[in-house]
Structure formats: structure tokens, C-alpha cells
């Protein structure tokens, strides 16, 4: 081997060891945000026989941001996978979320529980989280 091919090599040999991982090569994590009962569950589609069907813990649902929503500027609708409207981040905790979610940051979250023999207020809880 010729001393510079020797050299080159072990110049990227030593470089790979200090250079950051890819960002592929990283696992995805969950940071979680809050968790909190929906808010309105009573007065959208998760009432509907067939919508409740298929509410299951660990479910993922979508978070929505609704600014133009007539009631409440700050609005987060939340959605099953198949696009029904289940009810809504309560207002109390929607400030930081909203602000979060007008900067292009994608909000997921999760069912926790679903209880559909609850008090409507206690009916179906989720957490919500940032992937990065």
C-alpha cells in the first residue's frame, strides 16, 4: 500500500468515529406533550356506533389545527385515521400546542383510554407528542 493511499485511509478511518450518525441511522422518539380527556366528545362522530367501534387504546389519532375556528382561535381538532371528528385539545391546554403546530411541526397522538360509559368529559383520553 502506498504511504499517501495509507494515509487517506486512515484519515477517514479516524474522521468516522467523531462525525455525527445520519439521521436515518437514529431510532424515532416520542416526546410527549400532555395527556388530557377530549374536549366535546359528546357532540361529534365518536358518539356514532360505528366510529366508537373502533376507538382502541394505542390508536393513533391526528391533531388538526382549526385557526379559524369561530370559538376558539387557538383550536385542535382531533381525528381518527379515517378522518372522523372525535372532539377537541381542551382549550386550557391548546395555547402551546397551537403555537407549535402554526410552525409546520407535525402533532400526533395516541388513545390511553376510552371509556364510553364515562362521564362525557371523561370519555376518551389521549397523549400527545412531537416525533423527532
Do not use: C
Not at 25 to 54: C, S, W
Not at 72 to 99: E, F, K, S
Amino acid at each position: 500500500m502506498l504511504r499517501r493511499t495509507f494515509l487517506q485511509t486512515l484519515g477517514v478511518a479516524g474522521l468516522s468515529s467523531v462525525l455525527p450518525k445520519s439521521a436515518e441511522a437514529r431510532p424515532e422518539r416520542k416526546i410527549t406533550l400532555a395527556e388530557m380527556y377530549l374536549a366535546g366528545f359528546q357532540y361529534h362522530e365518536g358518539m356514532r356506533q360505528d366510529v366508537a367501534q373502533t376507538l382502541r387504546e394505542g390508536a393513533t389519532v391526528y391533531l388538526m389545527r382549526e385557526p379559524e375556528n369561530r370559538y376558539d382561535d387557538q383550536a385542535i381538532a382531533v381525528r381518527t385515521g379515517d378522518g372522523h371528528m372525535i372532539g377537541y385539545v381542551p382549550r386550557d391546554l391548546n395555547p402551546v400546542p397551537a403555537i407549535i403546530a402554526d410552525q409546520g411541526v407535525t402533532l400526533t397522538a395516541e388513545i390511553i383510554t376510552v371509556d364510553l360509559k364515562a362521564p362525557p368529559w371523561e370519555r376518551v383520553a389521549i397523549r400527545m407528542y412531537q416525533v423527532v
